[in-house]
């Protein structure tokens, strides 16, 4: 009898273990895509090969340049986290490196190919769809996802993103 209690208690405590170190892994991400990535802002500018990796609650993009890398983004549910710059929330990464009336989601939403501002807008065409967003004297959005290339280009703010698929 005391050695079934034994078993039953080393089991017990192996998958506990598991467990609680699965729990603390850090989750992959998926969809990871090779891109030519272009970031021209008056805060900065990059244009170099990358990588855009997704895992749906996690976007990840780093541009390379010479093998090395020049820039990290992380974007999470509440945060964007980049190289250059530390964490913060989305809003005031709008605030200080984009537009702060953009959307929270804005930056997420172009990496992803995901409609912006609610799809406000929205053109669908046969391999994608465009935007056209304005606001009087803050943003003059011109937004386009095709099958194998992202366009973001808001001339006011003078901000370029283009992601091209490889």
């Given at each position: 009898?005391?050695?079934?209690?034994?078993?039953?208690?080393?089991?017990?405590?192996?998958?506990?273990?598991?467990?609680?170190?699965?729990?603390?892994?850090?989750?992959?991400?998926?969809?990871?895509?090779?891109?030519?990535?272009?970031?021209?802002?008056?805060?900065?500018?990059?244009?170099?090969?990358?990588?855009?990796?997704?895992?749906?609650?996690?976007?990840?993009?780093?541009?390379?340049?010479?093998?090395?890398?020049?820039?990290?983004?992380?974007?999470?549910?509440?945060?964007?986290?980049?190289?250059?710059?530390?964490?913060?929330?989305?809003?005031?990464f709008n605030r200080?490196?984009?537009?702060?009336?953009?959307?929270?989601?804005?930056?997420?939403?172009?990496?992803?190919?995901?409609?912006?501002?609610?799809?406000?807008?929205?053109?669908?065409?046969?391999?994608?769809?465009?935007?056209?967003?304005?606001?009087?004297?803050?943003?003059?959005?011109?937004?386009?996802?095709?099958?194998?290339?992202?366009?973001?280009?808001?001339?006011?703010?003078?901000?370029?993103?283009?992601?091209?698929?490889?």
């Amino acid at each position: 009898m005391q050695v079934k209690w034994f078993e039953i208690l080393k089991r017990v405590t192996l998958f506990s273990s598991l467990l609680f170190l699965s729990g603390c892994a850090q989750r992959e991400l998926h969809a990871e895509k090779s891109a030519m990535i272009v970031w021209k802002s008056p805060a900065f500018r990059y244009a170099d090969m990358g990588f855009v990796s997704d895992n749906g609650s996690r976007l990840q993009v780093e541009i390379y340049g010479s093998g090395t890398a020049l820039m990290r983004l992380k974007v999470d549910k509440d945060s964007i986290c980049m190289s250059r710059f530390s964490c913060m929330t989305k809003e005031r990464f709008n605030r200080e490196l984009l537009c702060a009336s953009y959307p929270g989601d804005t930056l997420e939403n172009i990496f992803r190919g995901k409609p912006l501002f609610g799809g406000k807008s929205l053109l669908k065409k046969r391999n994608g769809f465009t935007q056209t967003i304005q606001k009087s004297h803050t943003y003059h959005i011109v937004y386009t996802v095709s099958t194998n290339q992202i366009i973001f280009r808001d001339t006011i703010n003078q901000i370029v993103i283009k992601v091209i698929k490889q």
